[in-house]
């Protein structure tokens, strides 16, 4: 079974069902696109309780938990406790994502590199560090946010603003009642995904998202407009070097502090003048990211089974990586972020019909025969190929073909990295 509604569950469930040993497969709640390769089950995935309950009932030998919301209330614990195979981090180990204090202590324990920082619930005292910083510097609320929660502030009078409005006004409720203010790194940013259990990690082509609504990085954040996987410059070399500086070093230290992790640990990176540097971390796998790391794992891989392994606390070796790049484009309704039309009819799903693309559904539902949009981001319209420009390409075709009045894309997903 597969927990989420998201274009990252439908890659997930598509990655799953491609393995032999699947009999049957569920997604809860799931969407239009999740049904077409299992049966959709209609229990939210924060219903921890009714979760475990079908787990329990249907004898579901592995369920794996996609969005942060169930794993930060402990859906884990409960699989653990009725005994029933689930991939994913415990409630502790969720910390890493569910609070930025928490990582950034626990990196700093652990020597992990990451941005100099200190934690506040004091405004004045936050406000005097980050004038020892300099502008800019950035201002992040504790808990989950939503993708809110972060503010770059170029000068001082911005980063004051930003700290009252978390620690005085409230403005993020409990998740804000902390801020870390840190310093402003420089770089690009990649993203590197590894499949853990306890000290043991496989660690995932690298990606990247890109955040920005428009072209060009501009207009408002958004969950992610489009991703592309692997990140060309990230070589096998720089690979390693993430694996032996920050992901071994941090399962080390979890297992060290009685938390050890198992699941999806995602370390999103500033590559720095001085190497890599953690921004944050996510405690499961990222969306879009998945949608473009998925059609690379099928590839010669098993991946139910690599699923199964981690989460029974063995990590297989010997991951096959493909030498190949996959592009993502996320089709968002009109209005997306701020708001998103609803029950627009989508058009031209099978049109698509190219043996090296596969259109992910994220917010969409069934209406009769039709395939209407439920949500601010609707489709993830990947393509593989050996190059990143070939992908790009037919994802471009592909998303060409797909008619939905009023959605947009952006056109420069990968671009950056074409010549
Ligand atoms: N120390 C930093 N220096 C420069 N940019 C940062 C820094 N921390 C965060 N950012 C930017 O803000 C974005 C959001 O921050 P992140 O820590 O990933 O929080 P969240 O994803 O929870 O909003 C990052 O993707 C990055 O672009
Ligand atoms: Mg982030």
């Known amino acids: 079974m597969v927990v989420g509604s998201g ?28 049904a077409s390769v299992g049966e959709n089950v209609d229990i939210m995935a924060t219903d921890l309780a009714a979760l475990v309950d079908f787990a329990r009932r249907h004898r579901v030998d592995l369920t794996v938990i996609g969005p942060e919301a169930p794993l930060m209330a402990g859906i884990v614990d409960r699989f653990r406790d009725a005994n029933r195979l689930c991939y994913g981090p415990t409630a502790a180990a969720a910390r890493l994502e569910g609070s930025k204090a928490f990582a950034k202590e626990f990196m700093q324990r652990h020597r992990v590199p990451t941005a100099a920082f200190a934690t506040f619930d004091d405004a004045a005292r936050a406000r005097a560090f980050a004038r020892s910083l300099g502008a800019p510097v950035v201002i992040k609320a504790d808990g989950l946010a939503a993708g809110k929660g972060v503010v770059i502030a170029n000068d001082l009078d911005e980063a004051d603003r930003a700290i009252d409005s978390m620690l005085l ?145 063995e990590v297989p070796t010997g991951l096959v990586i493909p030498a190949m790049s996959a592009v993502a484009i996320v089709v968002a309704s009109k209005g997306y972020p701020e708001s998103a039309e609803r029950d627009v009819e989508i058009r031209g799903l099978d049109h698509v019909d190219d043996a090296r693309t596969m259109v992910f559904h994220a917010g969409t539902r069934c209406v009769d025969a039709r395939v209407v949009t439920a949500g601010g981001r609707v489709l993830g319209v990947t393509a593989w190929s050996e190059s990143l420009t070939d992908a790009a390409r037919h994802a471009y075709a592909a998303a060409e073909k797909i008619h939905i009045d009023g959605a947009f894309y952006r056109s420069d997903i990968g671009r950056r990295h074409l010549t």
């Open 169 to 313: 006004d409230h403005r993020f409720g409990e998740a804000g009642s902390r801020v870390v203010v840190e310093e402003f790194l420089r770089g690009e940013e990649v993203s590197v995904h590894a499949m853990c259990a306890g000290e043991q990690a496989l660690v995932l082509p690298s990606s990247q998202d890109h955040k920005r609504a428009y072209d060009n990085d501009r207009g408002p954040n958004t969950g992610g407009m489009g991703a592309i996987a692997p990140v060309p410059w990230v070589d096998s070399q720089a690979l390693q070097h993430v694996e032996h500086e920050i992901i071994r070093p941090v399962l080390a230290g979890m297992a060290a502090d009685g938390t050890p992790f198992t699941g999806t640990l995602y370390a999103g990176l500033m590559w720095t003048a001085d190497g890599p540097k953690v921004l944050e971390f996510n405690t499961r796998f990222g969306d879009p990211e998945t949608q473009a790391l998925m059609p690379l794992l099928v590839h010669g891989n098993d991946v139910c089974t690599l699923f199964e392994k981690a989460a029974a606390g």
């Open 7 to 34: 274009g990252r569950e439908h890659a997930l469930a598509w990655a799953i069902r491609r393995s032999p040993r699947v009999e049957r497969l569920w997604i809860a709640p799931g969407n239009a696109g999740t």
